[in-house]
Every structure is written in C-alpha cells, then in structure tokens.
C-alpha cells in the first residue's frame, strides 16, 4: 500500500466515527429526560369483540376498580360490554355468564326479569357513573365504558329508540378466585338463549394513566410532553 492510500484510508475510518458520534448525540438528547418504562402511559387498553351466529358482543371488558369494585382476590369485579341481537325478527335471552374467576351474578335493567336482547337492537352491561371511582364515566378509549357500538345497533322505524346506556345491566363477578392484572386476559363464556354459548378473552381496564414510578435512574419528567415540534 501506497503512502498516499493510506492517508485516504484514515482520513475515512475518521469521518465514518465522527458521523456514528454525532448519530449517538443525537439519540441521546431526543430520549434525555423521559425513560418510557416510567414516564405517565395513558391506557391502550380496547376491549375484545366477537361474532356468533346473530350474536355480537362489542368492548368486552373488566371495569377499571371502583366503590365496591376491588378486583383483588376474595373481592369483586364488574364487566362491561355491549350485547348485540342482528337477528332482524327474534329476541334472545342471555341465560348465564360463566368464568373461572368466580360466581357470576346478572343484575338485568330495572323493571326487567332478565337480560332479554330484543331484535335489531342492543343492551348495554355497565356500572352506573356513581360507581366509577377510579376512573371518569368517558375512559381512556375516548368513549364511554362500554364502546361506542352502543349507539350504532338502536332500532330504526316505527320502534321506540331507548338509550341502553341509561338503565344498563349489570354483570359482577364475584369472590373472585385470584386477583385481577391490567395487561391480561381472562376467558369468560356468555350463554345465549337462542344463540349458544360464546367465549371469549376479556382484558382489563388499566383505568386513564398509570403512575409514573420514580427511581434513582427515571430522571426528570419530561415538561410540555415529548415529541412535539422539536421533531425527535
């Protein structure tokens, strides 16, 4: 190799390592400030959704805790959920709710013997706002507890529109066997009348934020949030 070669050949091995530093500066500054294991999470949490036979269940989900609602072995929980009938001409019954997380208990609307979902139209399954402690009436999916399917699947035409949401049902489950945890799955079976049985893996609601844990490595929170015309 030449004399000249090789100077050509440091001159860039040295600007090749002064890009990868500036790079790593870069990096660094975009994410000073803010560790995404401990900054504020806002919930993502959507409920789970299925279709069988004339049967749909819409944001399926364990209520985030609130008065009466611990979620915690040996206590309580509540579900929440929209119940479809797209049968055009028969109602249908929802007979029982069934889970290994303990005895389910159905509270159908006031006046009501029993969780009937008539034809081309819905039923709404949820707590009252006045039970919600830990989080508001409109929770963190940007709509109200049980989804907005609520409103789209009311009758048309010559059939009186009734707001389901306004005497919801209500579906506890009670002594619950173990504790419920944000982030999992538990698979509860709905049993329908006309329709059958329908499972399905229902998540938690983690409620509007997570706290933010703070520790000797979180640093400083983050002011006037991150990622705004800054352009990281």
């Known amino acids: 190799m030449t004399a000249s070669s090789g100077a050509w050949?440091?001159?860039?091995?040295?600007?090749?390592?002064?890009?990868?530093?500036?790079?790593?500066i870069a990096i660094s500054g975009c994410s000073a400030g803010q560790i995404s294991q401990t900054a504020d999470q806002v919930s993502a949490v959507n409920g789970s959704s299925?279709?069988?036979?004339?049967?749909?269940?819409?944001?399926v989900h364990v209520v985030y805790p609130g008065t009466g609602y611990t979620n915690v072995k040996g206590g309580n929980a509540l579900l929440a959920l929209s119940i479809i009938n797209n049968s055009e001409t028969t109602d249908d019954k929802l007979i029982s709710v069934t889970t290994d997380l303990g005895t389910v208990k159905i509270t159908p609307p006031a006046g009501q013997s029993a969780i009937v979902i008539p034809a081309l139209r819905n039923v709404v399954a949820a707590p009252k706002q006045t039970e919600t402690a830990g989080s508001p009436a409109a929770?963190?999916?940007?709509?109200?507890?049980?989804?907005?399917?609520?409103?789209?699947?009311?009758?048309?035409?010559?059939?009186?529109?009734?707001?389901?949401?306004a005497d919801p049902a209500r579906i506890e489950i009670t002594g619950l066997t173990r504790d419920i945890i944000p982030g999992l799955t538990y698979s509860v079976v709905f049993n329908f009348e006309r329709n059958g049985p329908v499972k399905i893996e229902v998540p938690v609601d983690a409620g509007t934020a997570t706290e933010r844990h703070e520790s000797d490595k979180s640093g400083p929170a983050a002011e006037g949030g991150h990622g705004g015309s800054g352009g990281h």
């Open 9 to 24: 050949t440091r001159r860039r091995m040295v600007t090749v390592a002064a890009l990868a530093a500036g790079a790593a």
């Open 50 to 59: 299925v279709d069988v036979e004339q049967i749909s269940l819409r944001n």
């Open 139 to 165: 929770d963190s999916h940007g709509t109200d507890s049980h989804g907005s399917d609520s409103h789209a699947a009311t009758a048309t035409g010559d059939k009186a529109v009734t707001d389901p949401e």
